[in-house]
């Protein structure tokens, strides 16, 4: 699939009911679309994937959300997302790339580390601390974050 990525504009609506899928926390998801920047992927005439990234210093940025829609998912949409970005933290003189995810999050790890992350440090209690509502992936309750890193 031919994918068109490009920043969305300052007067269109994210599509929060696909970043609400990587993130359940809509306030959550609001403090970083205000901080950072949403990206959409487009093809086949729909939005099939959604990002945001944030700077975290002049050095180092971090994908804030990825999600895919769940029909085109295991068809490289998301490798090709991550791709991109890695292309313009490169040009934008960023060194680092950030992602963090939850420690029962088995598959996005293992396709983080795919697209060389490698496993920087772990936030002990964070998915309890900061979110209302547990998060459940793959029967298990997500308690810990992880946070992964790759140079760029």
């Known amino acids: 699939m031919k ?3 490009r920043k969305l504009g300052h007067s269109e609506k994210p599509p929060m009911d696909l970043l609400l899928e990587a993130d359940p926390s809509e306030e959550m998801i609001e ?3 205000y901080a950072g920047e949403c990206y959409i992927a487009e093809g ?8 945001v990234l944030m700077p975290n210093t002049a050095h180092e940025i971090e994908i804030k ?9 295991h068809q490289g949409v998301g490798k090709d997302i991550v ?3 890695v ?4 040009l934008e003189g960023y060194e680092e790339l950030i992602v963090k995810t939850a420690d029962v999050s088995k598959d996005a790890i293992k396709f983080y580390e795919k697209m060389k ?4 440090f772990t936030v002990k209690g964070y998915f309890i601390q900061y979110y209302d509502q547990p998060i459940m992936e793959n ?3 997500a308690t810990d974050q992880v946070v992964m890193k790759r140079k760029l």
Do not use: M, P
Request: charged share 30%; glycine share 8%; hydrophobic share 40%.
């Open 3 to 5: 994918l068109e990525i």
């Open 117 to 120: 992350f490698t496993h920087d």
């Open 31 to 33: 403090k970083y679309l």
């Open 83 to 85: 791709k991109y970005v």
């Open 139 to 141: 029967g298990k309750q």
């Open 44 to 51: 086949e005439g729909e939005i099939v994937g959604v990002f």
């Open 87 to 90: 292309r313009i933290a490169k």
């Open 65 to 73: 959300n990825i999600s895919v829609l769940e029909k085109y998912q």
